[in-house]
């Protein structure tokens, strides 16, 4: 589980692109069909932003909430407009991390608190570049929170 979100026209075009592939896999494609697809559909950061409902949950680590601090920014579709998506970055660009207990027991053996702030870290990033890409396109978020 966890928050999936997407810029909506982008995402719209990136679906239409791969469309007649989808449609010739037929009603009940296989999981080995469906995986280049998606990862192509899917890239992180580019169209289409997740993050996960647990310790590893970029928002969590900056003390937010995708349900009590985004989700009251989202029309009754569950879509950012231009003010909502100016306002989540307003909260995230400068907000500190932290690493909580949690996730240092769940995170790879072979990580320390470094490893796991530069996950976080990159995380943010990349939630930010997200952000302001969809402004820079003037897209919307469609957020499956």
């Known amino acids: 589980m966890g928050a999936d979100v997407y810029m909506t026209k982008a995402y719209d075009e990136r679906m239409a692109e791969h469309r007649v592939l ?55 579709e569950g879509t950012l407009n231009k003010e909502g998506i100016e306002t989540f970055l307003e909260l995230i660009e400068d907000k500190p991390l932290s690493v909580s207990s949690d996730f240092i027991e769940h995170m790879p053996d072979e ?4 490893d796991a702030m530069q996950y976080l870290q990159k995380e943010q990033d990349s939630l930010i570049s997200f952000l302001k890409k969809a402004l820079e396109t003037e897209d919307t978020l469609s957020c499956s929170l």
Request: no cysteine; glycine share 8%.
């Open 111 to 114: 990580w320390g608190h470094d």
């Open 22 to 76: 989808l449609d010739e896999l037929g009603d009940h494609p296989s999981h080995e069909q469906l995986e280049p697809l998606y990862d192509k559909i899917y890239v992180q950061g580019d169209v289409y932003y997740r993050d996960s409902y647990n310790s590893g949950s970029v928002l969590w680590a900056m003390g937010l909430s995708w349900w009590t601090d985004v989700l009251p920014m989202l029309d009754d």
